[in-house]
């Protein structure tokens, strides 16, 4: 059973410090949110919370008789009587999206079988102003998703744009399974509101303690790699050296176009470009914070455009990378989608991330050719290693406040948070794609482990179109892909740490990579060398003034256009004329008023991170 000592060690510690400090209000206008795992922190506790994060474990065998939503008859009983007789349209606008239009395929099967709607997805692209024409509407949609915690969020409470979570006794009727299993998530969302329940943030734990898979990966191309030699990979340097190898022994991807060692998009570009300052992350285990970088181990801030600092050092590394041919050329200006197609294709080796690396390139097609991308970071990196939260993220669950139908959204979110529910948005409807075996632990069907491992695979069992295609567009979680799960005999969400996935190789190119380490899940791999480990706090950034927020935005747009400029540089003397242009402009526009910010929230979060050590 958890600890109920731990947990209210975790509350006092926050309780000793100011609410402005580590509860407070909320900014960071990076696109990054839109990646589907994150490690972000969380809010101050309360009694009752306690009780029933206590109490929870001893619940699970409850839940387990009960169902998967482990609400009773009575929960359903309520579901009827407020599922439409006709089919409901709601709207979702979800600053996480990367879709426009109508869910469809399976998802919206079981949307339409279990609710009897249909999900119309408004996504909030940078610069296209849709945030600000639905507020000045004064209807942001039904289900609200957020990206951050923060200015836009913050706004929109101020303006009653949100429905109360305790309105009508919403939560309590409707929400039943998050306010038994996510109290603090719950508590950091009224504290930084001001007051008033509107939602949670994802990525949601119920052990204090836990840890998650890295959202780093350093997946290459294993079949190119194990053709090199295996060579040995210490740091940037030698890693460009592969790549170069790799393109030398592999010229040209699956349809005959030109290979790279590395193909970005820059829909997600936040503060500052988003793979350049990833770079930092996945190397030294700095974590993204506003306009720079923070080392959670010195707990030392590192503006973006220090002298010599990380973000100036990994803008070079993918100079580097463009003049040795390295760069996919597109990448400035290809979106999502086209980035995901180059992996999809082959046409690039490496990526620091794995929902964009293997997950795309290791279908069927290409591992039963031998092929496949796995994990090899330089031996000299410490990647970030975040602490996984009882708060939950700054990507935000709410409901709008203009909805004819809050309890029905709340219903919906309310199984998402579910096991039933959580499962499904990641796998697949439940028996179609999983189930539970005889011992409770998850097994794949035959379908699901086909769709898992090739998302380009068609469904099944009464269920349309390609999984992929058909996957959750709302692109937000509820519960931590490495939360227990607690309708399972003691596993997690990760499918990748299922006893009926991790027991065996799925491929002969990853029985390689496995014989070659040593190691049975890129997780083990990772914690084998150094890391730099981010703890989960209860940290949320401050609001900035409004004249800040102007000055912020030019000093921002200036980071991300220049750095675009610098990485398509052409030698070292142009690279380092764009540089000293950037940060003259950005000085020009403010950046030291900007960094001044960023060095103070420095010491906020310090000081939370402080706290819950002790």
């Known amino acids: 059973m958890k600890s109920r000592k731990v947990m209210a060690l975790l509350a006092a510690a926050v309780m000793t410090l100011p609410l402005a400090a580590c509860g407070g209000e909320a900014t960071d206008s990076s696109a990054e949110s839109k990646q589907e795992s994150s490690q972000e922190s969380t809010q101050e506790s309360s009694p009752e919370a306690d009780d029933a994060s206590g109490d929870a474990e001893a619940s699970q065998g409850e839940d387990t008789e009960q169902g998967t939503e482990g609400q009773g008859t009575d929960y359903d009983d309520l579901l009827e009587d407020i599922i439409p007789d006709e089919t409901v349209t709601l709207d979702v606008f979800t600053q996480l999206a990367n879709y426009s239009g109508e869910q469809v395929g399976w998802f919206a099967q079981v949307m339409l079988e279990k609710f009897n709607v249909k999900l119309n997805i408004i996504p909030d692209p940078d610069g296209a102003g849709v945030y600000e024409t639905r507020m000045e509407s004064g209807n942001l949609g039904d289900i609200v998703v957020w990206g951050h915690d923060a200015d836009d969020y913050l706004n929109a409470v101020n303006k009653d744009m949100l429905f109360g979570w305790e309105e009508e006794d919403l939560l309590d009727t409707y929400g039943p399974y998050i306010k038994e299993h996510m109290p603090y998530a719950l508590e950091k969302n009224r504290e930084i509101s001001g007051g008033t329940l509107y939602g949670f943030g994802g990525e949601v734990v119920e052990d204090p303690n836990a840890t998650g898979d890295f959202t780093y990966s350093w997946d290459l191309r294993w079949d190119l790699y194990k053709e090199l030699g295996y060579p040995e990979i210490k740091n940037l340097d030698d890693l460009v050296e592969v790549l170069a190898q790799m393109k030398e022994i592999c010229p040209t991807d699956d349809n005959g176009k030109p290979t790279y060692g590395v193909s970005l998009f820059s829909d997600w570009d936040g503060d500052m470009v988003m793979y350049v300052k990833s770079m930092a992350s996945a190397y030294y285990g700095y974590d993204e914070f506003g306009v720079g970088l923070y080392d959670p181990t010195e707990q030392v801030f590192h503006p973006a455009l220090e002298e010599g600092g990380p973000y100036l050092e990994m803008l070079k590394f993918h100079n580097t990378l463009y003049r040795r041919d390295l760069l996919d050329p597109d990448s400035m200006t290809q979106g999502f989608s ?257 960094v001044e910010f960023q060095e103070n929230e420095a010491k906020i979060r310090k000081a939370c991170e402080d706290a819950v050590s002790q």
């Open 338 to 594: 086209g980035m995901a197609e180059d992996y999809q294709n082959g046409t690039a080796f490496w990526n620091i991330f794995g929902f964009l690396g293997s997950s795309a390139y290791n279908t069927e097609t290409h591992t039963s050719q031998g092929k496949g991308m796995f994990t090899m970071s330089p031996s000299e990196a410490t990647p970030i290693s975040y602490g996984l939260s009882i708060y939950g993220n700054d990507r935000l669950w709410t409901i709008g406040s203009k909805t004819q139908y809050p309890e029905l959204c709340m219903a919906i979110i309310n199984w998402l948070c579910t096991p039933e529910g959580r499962m499904t948005m990641s796998y697949g409807p439940k028996d179609v794609c999983w189930y539970y075996d005889e011992n409770g632990k998850t097994v794949p069907t035959e379908l699901g482990r086909a769709v898992m491992l090739d998302g380009k695979k068609e469904m099944s069992d009464g269920y349309t179109g390609a999984f992929a295609d058909g996957g959750c567009q709302i692109n937000n979680t509820t519960w931590s892909q490495d939360a227990t799960n607690p309708d399972s005999n003691g596993e997690t969400y990760n499918r990748l740490k299922w006893d009926s996935f991790a027991a065996e190789p799925q491929s002969e190119i990853e029985a390689d990579w496995r014989e070659y380490t040593g190691f049975n899940s890129r997780d083990e791999f990772l914690r084998s060398r150094a890391v730099n480990f981010a703890p989960a706090t209860t940290y949320s950034a401050g609001v900035k003034p409004e004249e800040l927020t102007v000055i912020w935005n030019q000093v921002t747009e200036c980071i991300r256009t220049k750095s675009w400029e610098a990485i398509y540089a052409k030698d070292d003397a142009e690279f380092d004329k764009i540089v000293q242009e950037m940060i003259a402009k950005a000085e020009e526009y403010g950046y030291a008023q900007c």
